[in-house]
C-alpha cells in the first residue's frame, strides 16, 4: 500500500469503518428506544428485529455492509437477563471495504494465443 508523508492509509480506512459503524449504531438505537419498557417477550423480540432489518438490508442494498445477522431470542435474553429488565440484541455486521490502489498487470502475448499466455501465467 502506497503512503504519503504524513498520510496513514490504514488509520484512514480504520476511520471510515468507525465512521460507518457508529452512523449505523445510532441509527438502530433510535430504532430500538420505542421498545423500552416494553415485555422483554417472544412478540417484542421478533418486532425490534423487524424494525433493524429493514434498515440494515437497506445499507447493504447501498454497498454500506457485504452482510449483517440479527440475535434477539431466548440464546441471549435468558431468564436472568430478562429478571434483570434487560433486552438484548447482538448485531453482527461484515463491514464493506474500499480499494484505495489498483494493480494493473500487464502482459505482453507476443505471437502466442491468448489462452496459452493465461494459463502461464496463472500456474
Not at 15 to 22: A, P, R, V, Y
Amino acid at each position: 500500500m502506497k503512503a504519503l508523508a504524513g498520510f496513514n492509509p490504514v488509520l484512514r480506512l480504520t476511520t471510515l469503518t468507525e465512521h460507518k459503524s457508529n452512523t449505523i449504531e445510532r441509527a438502530l438505537a433510535k430504532m430500538s428506544k420505542y421498545q423500552v419498557m416494553e415485555f422483554n417477550d417472544t412478540f417484542t423480540r421478533n418486532r425490534i428485529i423487524a424494525i433493524m432489518k429493514p434498515y440494515l438490508a437497506s445499507v447493504q442494498a447501498g454497498r454500506g455492509i457485504q452482510d449483517f445477522h440479527i440475535i434477539c431470542d431466548t440464546s441471549n435474553n435468558t431468564p436472568d437477563v430478562i429478571s434483570r429488565n434487560q433486552l438484548v440484541v447482538d448485531i453482527y455486521i461484515k463491514p464493506t471495504y474500499v480499494s484505495e490502489m489498483i494493480h494493473l498487470n500487464f502482459i505482453n502475448a507476443g505471437t502466442n494465443d491468448f489462452s496459452s499466455v493465461i494459463s502461464t501465467n496463472n500456474s
